[in-house]
Antibody, heavy 116, light 107 residues
Framework: QVQLVQSGAEVKKPGASVKVSCKASGYTFTSYDINWVRQATGQGLEWMGWMNPNSGNTAYAQKFQGRVTITRNTSISTSYMELSSLRSEDTAVYYC?????????WGQGTLVTVSS | DIQMTQSPSSLSASVGDRVTITCRASQGIRNDLGWYQQKPGKAPKRLIYAASSLQSGVPSRFSGSGSGTEFTLTISSLQPEDFATYYCLQHNRSPYTFGQGTKLEIK
């Protein structure tokens, strides 16, 4: 079935970087955009950015410009989201998701905790 | 950026009630809108795509309508498992934007 499976929880210190992976299966990885979304505890959903896995083109929310990088490895159908210069406010669950097309799977979420 | 104004922010209703949630876009987004349901501790689940298409496997009591700037999600007869938080998402133009969410609670 069409699914996205993410890497496990991370604990990072302020100022560090984190890289979360999202492995796609059940469909042609390069045919659909991958989005990254985050959610702090008790808060709403926040769109971070998007990547076209075929071209590698990306777009990021202004809030994260300069700190977020979305990449992919098409040979293993995997997208990556790297967030740098972490601060406590970046503690959240991070999701990858397809938002267009007849299937709209989300990954299970990856908790990133930023704490000294 | 396109702003998505979702209302109401919270709603109390009873099993069997008909419920409507609205999202208004600050500019036209054609039908590039999805509706999502999220339960505590779980990833969001898409209910509706392309504004009015029912996601496979989602009960037919859920429906979506609208195009351009005004969109609605309707639940025709609330079931106990429908009490959750609902979000709209526009994916017409980057940056994509979510509504603020509607928390649907049991009356």
């Amino acid at each position: 079935q069409v699914q996205l499976v993410q890497s496990g929880a991370e604990v990072k210190k302020p100022g560090a970087s984190v890289k979360v992976s999202c492995k796609a299966s059940g469909y042609t990885f390069t045919s659909y955009d991958i989005n990254w979304v985050r959610q702090a505890t008790g808060q709403g959903l926040e769109w971070m950015g998007w990547m076209n896995p075929n071209s590698g083109n990306t777009a990021y929310a202004q809030k994260f410009q300069g700190r977020v990088t979305i990449t992919r490895n098409t040979s293993i159908s995997t997208s990556y989201m790297e967030l740098s210069s972490l601060r406590s406010e970046d503690t959240a669950v991070y999701y990858c998701a397809r938002v267009s097309g007849a299937y709209g799977p989300w990954g299970q979420g990856t908790l990133v905790t930023v704490s000294s | 950026d396109i702003q998505m104004t979702q209302s109401p922010s919270s709603l109390s209703a009873s099993v069997g009630d008909r419920v409507t949630i609205t999202c208004r876009a600050s500019q036209g987004i054609r039908n590039d809108l999805g509706w999502y349901q999220q339960k505590p501790g779980k990833a969001p689940k898409r209910l509706i795509y392309a504004a009015s298409s029912l996601q496979s496997g989602v009960p037919s009591r859920f429906s979506g309508s609208g195009s351009g700037t005004e969109f609605t999600l309707t639940i025709s007869s609330l079931q106990p498992e429908d009490f959750a938080t609902y979000y709209c998402l526009q994916h017409n133009r980057s940056p994509y934007t979510f509504g603020q969410g509607t928390k649907l609670e049991i009356k």
